[in-house]
């Protein structure tokens, strides 16, 4: 369906059109301006991902592009959610704030929730933009900075310390046969995780390599129990030639990514990479603010914090759906207000949830003991976020007095959720 307003028409993007909105996405993201290779635009387009992509043209020109897919979120308790995670948002600057992203956003989170998608999902590039489209922040990353020489580790470190239990360094081959699998049964027990589809494991294992997207390949650790299963996998690049005033090596390891599926292959894989020989500093990478690793040391202050950003934001597109996906924690009723000025999923909602962390959700015509916008029950949604907060920030109402220890009671979440993730 296209709209035309002005001279910009909004509509989903033909095949022959894909080089020059690409061209678009990078120029929006300051990257080069010469376009794509053939090659990039060939391994794009073999993903599939056409179908998801919307154009603003002016002039036959491309100046705003938007992408949307198909994705998965672990709501709290492991089940997922089908959510429409939108990325590749931009407007060219010499049509900007004439509300060509707003039409572009209007009609694909209409047509998600048509579809029957439960929320939306993003990675917001400034803070400012997406609230008033219904999006809370609803997860957070940290990244610590391990000064390894003041750690507390043995040095004479040698291995997991379950007998049986290795540590292999393999090849990209190896991590594309069992990190899928290994994905999938980490999230199905960390909420706010992804999916992560084929392409995904073949880009992160340097098989698309083009001029635009270069490759250097890292050190993949992979852990595995003493019966052989594939427990983590912690993949990680390091720099090889800094010296410090004495010659002493001073190099840093940067971790891209750590799954681990239980507390010892966690374990495990933190102590390896902060015990490689030459390594004095590690970067953790993005984290759940409530990762171990600083309590993995025998003194955490030698883990800094060098960064916090929010991540992951929520637009809830059927609020019955997600409330329901979700566990809580005990059993409790509360009738929430939900205003949501887009007309998607607003309404007033009963959730009664059973004792055993379970809920029934239903429109209600009872009086409220909340009251909040959508994008504030996205930010609750995951459990990153405390309701008394929120209504200290004057962003959700307490209609009915009790109502806040009550909600936080079933919203809290033991974990915060983690979505380690870039899309
Ligand atoms: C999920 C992702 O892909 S994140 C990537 C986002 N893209 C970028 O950062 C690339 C550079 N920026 C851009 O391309 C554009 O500025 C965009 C896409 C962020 C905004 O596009 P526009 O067409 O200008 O937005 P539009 O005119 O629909 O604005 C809607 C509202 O959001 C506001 N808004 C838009 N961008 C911003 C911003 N960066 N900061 C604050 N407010 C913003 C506008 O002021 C407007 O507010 P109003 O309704 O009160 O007047």
Redo the contacts with the bound molecule.
Sequence with gaps: MSDVEGDVEVRAITDAELPAWLRAVQA??LQARAGMSDEAVANIRARGAIGGMRGAFDRGRCV?TYRSFPQELTAVGGAAVSANA??????SPT????????RMMTADLAAAKERGDVVAT?????Y??YG?FGFGPATSVTEWTVDVTRSGLDPRWSGPEEAGARIDLVDGDDVRKFGPELHERFRAVRHGAITRDEHWWLRSTGQQVTPEFPWDEPFYALYRDPSGRVDGLLVYETTHDEWGDSLLPRNTATVRSMTAVTPAAERALWHYVCSVDKVVTVKSGWLAPDDLLPHLLPDPRAARVTGHADWLWVRILDVVRALEARTYGGAGTLVLEVADPAGLAGGRYRLEAAPDGGAVCSPTGAEPDLALDIAELGRLWLGDESVARLVALGRVAEERAGAVAVADALFATARRPWCQDLF
């Design positions: 929006g993201f705003g939108v990325s590749a948002v931009t407007v049509h900007r704030r004439r509300g060509i992203l707003t993003l990675i917001a590039a400034e400012a933009i008033r």
